[in-house]
């Protein structure tokens, strides 16, 4: 015979689980259940209590009424379990594969949708001067560009010092000291600077592009704004998408700027080179079709990190997971194909600009 | 079945006392709570019914006052009793608050999951059977929270706020949004799980047909106070414009009679 007795609750029977879990184990198929001495019995209690029964109702059993239909209602539902997902198999990889190749199309597809769109938009706009979308231009310009300026500047003066301290090294070794105009205002003005920033700008304003759009179709406002007639993509996504196609050059500019006077205090701390000759030999060195090649890499990359937001951001589910993870293909992608437009502008750009 | 009386109440509030900045919402607010009640907590919008709610929860902490739940102190204890004490009560929030990421079964289980006591079939059981208490099927485990209706995502919420067995179960809105006859099912869903499990209920609501069908008492939460807590028909007694208009206008004379009808 056995006895079951005090309160079977999730909370009285955590501390002691254990021995509970032993003591039913050991129990013999055909025992006699005495559940007179039990206080209190919850579903867990009972679920434990049923599953040790084999799913049935014991042969010799005394219970009361309260208790009998706690474990009664364990036993209906027990009738019905939960479906199980079914097993991933060699079908489902396949078919996880063809989706994912499918779902590439799609993105492309979508993206270019989004870019024609855009460029209706943009028709629209330039011929009814009364729809532009000024104000949200500029607050976008103020956010992406204005407040972007401080952190952009200090890695920018980091990497110049850093670069400069590691070429001056070098050119010291060899004895050709003026060299480090050359070296700093290439790399930087053609190179460094746009991808530089680039990358802190996807990294700053795509990834908030993206979690404001993926917000904003969560909390139903992009299909408020539809429903009141408003084109999203005039509304929501030009703005951004000028908004950093402006600020881009801008920034460029400045942290170029903010990289060639960290380089050139690096160069006097090592090289002991006056500022006045780094800046009469700086547009020697370096032609101004350089300067232009950095600010037109910023305009672009600056037109596809907005473009990828927006894209990912519209493209948002109303879960978390979607938020996450369309943030992260965002900030990814958006980094990746900046960098791939770079190799893109070298080899278009390889007889333009370089000193003979 | 005895139930033994539980000599402090399971809710206690005492001289609450909130603030907004500069907007005070709660100035003294006292209220306590026995086992076994159905509370409805009622005010105009922007009394602070939600806000006492949180502050019971343990979300908010007022600016003043001592909130005890089950005879302690909210705040009492090592913090392995304090969590012991929040699992003694299940709370269905405003829009359902089920977690996007996971399936239904998994928002329902995750709790369980949390105390590392059962096992997995152990919880797939338990599952099984708050779907069933709740009226879900079993295949509505395997749905996502974006999948599900509005009546539905407050039944799987439900479920959830059930599944640690809570002897105190905290509503908020439990039937807003839902239609007359989605809210009258989830009443009685409630009225039955209180006979099936002993529950005590706090919830919050404007719903009248929801007050009418189911508070053993009413709260009413005005001018910063609780102005009455009694039942529906003492309430109705008490003088005051909130209570005229909330229960003796238009709407709540015809909620009344149905719910008399129906007795």
Not at chain 1, 178 to 191: A, D, Q, S, Y
Not at chain 2, 184 to 212: E, N, P, W, Y
Request: proline content about 4%; hydrophobic content about 50%.
């Amino acid at each position: 015979m056995l006895q079951v007795s005090g309160d079977w609750t999730l909370r009285a029977l955590s501390g002691r689980i254990g021995a509970i879990r032993s003591g039913l184990a050991s129990a013999p198929a055909q025992s006699q259940w005495q559940l007179d001495g039990l206080e209190r019995l919850d579903s867990f209690g009972a679920v434990l209590l049923w599953r040790a029964w084999g799913g049935r109702w014991p042969q010799q059993l005394s219970v009361n009424d309260g208790h009998r239909s706690v474990i009664e209602r364990v036993a209906q539902s027990t009738q019905r379990p939960l479906p199980r997902l079914p097993a991933f198999t060699l079908v489902d990889a396949v078919a996880l594969l063809g989706g994912a190749l499918l779902g590439l199309s799609t993105h492309a597809f979508a993206f270019i949708a989004l870019f024609g769109q855009l460029c209706l938009d943009l028709l629209h706009v330039l011929r009814h001067p009364r729809d532009w979308p000024l104000l949200e231009i500029s607050a976008n310009i103020h956010k992406v560009g204005v407040k972007a300026m401080p952190v952009t500047a200090l890695v920018g003066f980091l990497i110049g010092v850093v670069l400069s301290y590691l070429s001056a090294l070098q050119l010291k070794a060899f004895g050709a000291d003026v060299f480090i105009v050359n070296i700093l205002g290439l790399g930087i003005i053609r190179e460094l600077g746009p991808v530089l920033v680039s990358v802190l700008v996807a990294g700053r304003s795509g990834s908030a592009m993206t979690a404001q759009l993926g917000v904003m179709r969560v909390t139903e406002e992009i299909d408020a704004l539809a429903a009141m007639g408003v084109s999203r993509t005039q509304r929501l996504v030009l703005p951004k998408v000028l908004a950093l196609s402006l600020a881009m050059p801008l920034l460029v500019l400045w942290t170029s700027a903010v990289a060639l006077f960290g380089g050139w205090v690096s160069a006097w701390i090592e090289l002991d080179l006056s500022f006045a000759f780094f800046v009469q030999t700086l547009p020697d060195a370096v032609p101004i079709a350089n300067v232009y090649i950095g600010l037109s890499k910023g305009a672009v990359f600056g037109l596809l990190i907005a473009l990828i937001a927006c894209h990912f951001g519209l493209r948002v589910k109303p879960n978390t997971e979607s938020l996450s993870s369309n943030t992260t293909a965002s900030v990814v992608s958006a980094i990746t194909l900046v960098i791939l437009v770079d190799a893109i502008f070298a080899i278009a750009t390889r007889s333009i600009g370089i000193p003979g | 079945m005895s139930i033994t009386p539980a000599p402090a109440p399971v809710v206690s509030l005492q001289g609450i006392v909130t603030r907004f900045g500069r907007n005070l919402v709660h100035d003294g607010v006292d209220l306590d709570i026995m086992g076994g009640e159905i509370v409805a907590l009622v005010g105009g919008s922007g009394s602070g019914k939600t806000t006492l709610l949180r502050h019971i929860i343990g979300l908010t902490e007022p600016a003043a006052g001592t909130v005890k739940l089950f005879g302690e102190g909210l705040r009492a204890g090592s913090s392995r009793e304090r969590i012991a004490r929040q699992r003694r009560f299940g709370v269905l929030f405003q829009q359902g608050a089920l977690f996007s990421a996971f399936s239904v079964g998994e928002n329902i289980g995750f709790p369980i999951k949390e105390l590392g006591v059962a096992t997995a079939e152990e919880i797939r059981d338990l599952v099984a059977l708050k779907l069933a208490m709740v009226e879900m099927e079993p295949e509505h485990a395997l749905l996502m929270p974006a999948e599900l209706s509005g009546g539905m995502v407050k039944r799987a919420a439900l479920a959830r706020a059930l599944s640690l067995e809570p002897e105190l179960l905290l509503l908020d809105e439990p039937t807003a949004g839902l239609d007359p006859d989605r809210s009258a099912a989830f009443v009685r869903l409630i009225l039955s799980l209180r006979k099936q499990l002993g529950l005590t209920v706090v919830l919050v609501t404007h719903d009248l047909d929801t007050i009418a069908a189911m508070a053993s008492k009413v709260a009413v939460l005005a001018d910063r106070k609780i102005l009455s807590y009694a039942a529906l028909a003492e309430t109705m007694q008490v003088e005051h414009p909130f209570i005229e208009r909330f229960f003796h206008g238009e709407h709540g004379r015809r909620a009344l009679a149905r719910a008399k009808g129906k007795d």
